[in-house]
C-alpha cells in the first residue's frame, strides 16, 4: 500500500456500532466487565482505549513498523525508552541535539546513574570509540536540531548490531513520509507526534514504533507502568491530522527549498543549513535514505550581530515567532534562548549552534508570502 493510502486509511475502520467513518472519541476512564479480570480488552483507560489503539495502528504502518505505542509527549516517549536500562549503563547519543532531550538525559538521567556521551554522529565511525562493555543504547536524531546534521542511520546500526546495542531514532524532523529507520535497521522510532503527524498546533503527543515484541511489551509495561498516556481527544486529532500528512510533507518540502535557495542567494545571510544543498555535509546520504529534504531549516547572518538576528525575528509578519516546529503556518524560532536554552552556551558554541542562529519551520502557506516576509523583515537589518 503507498504511503498516502496508509495515511487515510490505516488503523482506521467504520464504527461497527453506528458506521462512522471516524473512529470515535472513547471518553472515558473504566470499561464494564462482564466478571472480575474478564473483559473485552479494555479495563482501565491508562492502559488502553479504543482511540489510541487506532491510532497506534496508523503510526505504526506509517514507520512500516508492527507496534507503535503513544504517549502524553514527545518526551514521554523519549523518557520511557530510557527507562528501559539501569544504572551503570551509558548511552550514545549527538551533539547536536534538542535541547529538551538534552536536558533530560543530563539532569534527570545522569543522576540516576546514566552515562551519556555526546559525540559527533556525522560520521558513524566515531561510534566506536565511545563503546565499551556498559554500552546499551545509541539515541540518533536526523535531520539534527537545529544544524540539520545527517547522520547515516544504516551505517550507525551496521555497528550498533555487532555489539548487541539499541539503536533508537528520533525521526520528528523528517516524518515517516520522508525516511523510515526501522527499514534502515533501527529499533525504536520515536516521534513528537506534536510535529508533524499532528500538524495543525494543537495536541501535545509522543510515538515509539519497533519490529520486535518483545521490546514492544518492555515498552508497553512501562507505558502502562508509569502512565504517560495521551488522552483519547488528542488521539482523534491526530488521526484527523495524519490524513493529510503526504499532502502536507509535499508543500512543507517543495516551500522549504524555495525558502532555503532565497535565504542562500541574499546578499545579508551568512549561512544556510538545508540537507538540500550538494554543498551541505551528508547531503549523499540524505539523499539515500530520504526522500525529500523536508521543510526545517536554520541560518545565521553574515553580520554575526545578535541584536540584528532579533530585530528579524521581531520584523516578520506571517511567520510566528514560537517554539515547536511541523504545523501547518509557519515558525521563526531562536534555539539559543528558546529550544536550546537549557544546553550551556559553551557546549552550544562547540558544536556550532550559535547566539545569532535562527531556525525556520515552513508551512503550507504560499511560499512567495514566505519570502516577501523574510525579505521585508532582512531589509531592517
Request: glycine fraction near 8%; proline fraction near 4%; hydrophobic fraction near 40%.
Amino acid at each position: 500500500m503507498k504511503f498516502g493510502t496508509k495515511a487515510v486509511h490505516a488503523g482506521v475502520e467504520p464504527d461497527p456500532s453506528t458506521g462512522a467513518i471516524m473512529t470515535p472519541i472513547y471518553q472515558t476512564s473504566t470499561y464494564v466487565q462482564e466478571e472480575p479480570a474478564k473483559h473485552k480488552g479494555y479495563a482501565y483507560a491508562r492502559g488502553a482505549n479504543p482511540t489510541r489503539a487506532a491510532l497506534q495502528k496508523s503510526i505504526a504502518a506509517l514507520e512500516n513498523g508492527r507496534f507503535a505505542l503513544c504517549f502524553s509527549s514527545g518526551m514521554g516517549a523519549t523518557d520511557t525508552v530510557i527507562k528501559l536500562l539501569n544504572a551503570g549503563d551509558e548511552v550514545i547519543t549527538g551533539n547536536d541535539l534538542y535541547g529538551g532531550s538534552y536536558r533530560m538525559f543530563k539532569r534527570v538521567y545522569e543522576r540516576l546513574g546514566i552515562r551519556f556521551h555526546f559525540i559527533d554522529l556525522t560520521q558513524a565511525e566515531n561510534i566506536k570509540n565511545h563503546i565499551n562493555n556498559k554500552t546499551r543504547l545509541i539515541w540518533l536524531e536526523t535531520p539534527t536540531n537545529p544544524l540539520m546534521n545527517i547522520v547515516d542511520i544504516a551505517a550507525c546500526t551496521q555497528i550498533a548490531k555487532q555489539h548487541n546495542l539499541l539503536v533508537a531514532v528520533d525521526n520528528t524532523f523528517a516524518s515517516p513520509y520522508l525516511q523510515n529507520p526501522l527499514d534502515l535497521g533501527a529499533d525504536i522510532v520515536m516521534h513528537s507526534v506534536t510535529k508533524y503527524l499532528s500538524g495543525h498546533s494543537d495536541v501535545i503527543m509522543g510515538a515509539l514504533v519497533t519490529n520486535d515484541e518483545k521490546l514492544h511489551q518492555e515498552l508497553a509495561f512501562i507505558q502502562n507502568s508509569c502512565g504517560a498516556v495521551p488522552g483519547p481527544q488528542d488521539c482523534f486529532l491526530v488521526l484527523r491530522g495524519i490524513k493529510t500528512l503526504h499532502l502536507r510533507m509535499e508543500r512543507h518540502c517543495l516551500n522549504g527549498r524555495k525558502i532555503a535557495e532565497y535565504l542562500q542567494s541574499h546578499p545579508k545571510v551568512g549561512k544556510v543549513y538545508w540537507p538540500g544543498f550538494p554543498s551541505h555535509p551528508n547531503h549523499e546520504v540524505a539523499r539515500r535514505q530520504m526522500r525529500d529534504f523536508g521543510g526545517m531549516l536554520s541560518f545565521t547572518l553574515k553580520d554575526d550581530d545578535v541584536e540584528k538576528a532579533k530585530t528579524v525575528m521581531k520584523q516578520v509578519k506571517v511567520f510566528s515567532l514560537a517554539e515547536s516546529l511541523g504545523g501547518v503556518e509557519s515558525l521563526i524560532n531562536h534555539p539559543a534562548s528558546m529550544t536550546h536554552a537549557s544546553i550551556p552556551r559553551e557546549e552550544r558554541i562547540k558544536n556550532g549552534l550559535t547566539d545569532t542562529l535562527i531556525r525556520l519551520s515552513i508551512g503550507i502557506e504560499d511560499a512567495e508570502d514566505l519570502i516577501d516576509d523574510l525579505k521585508q523583515a532582512l531589509d531592517q537589518v
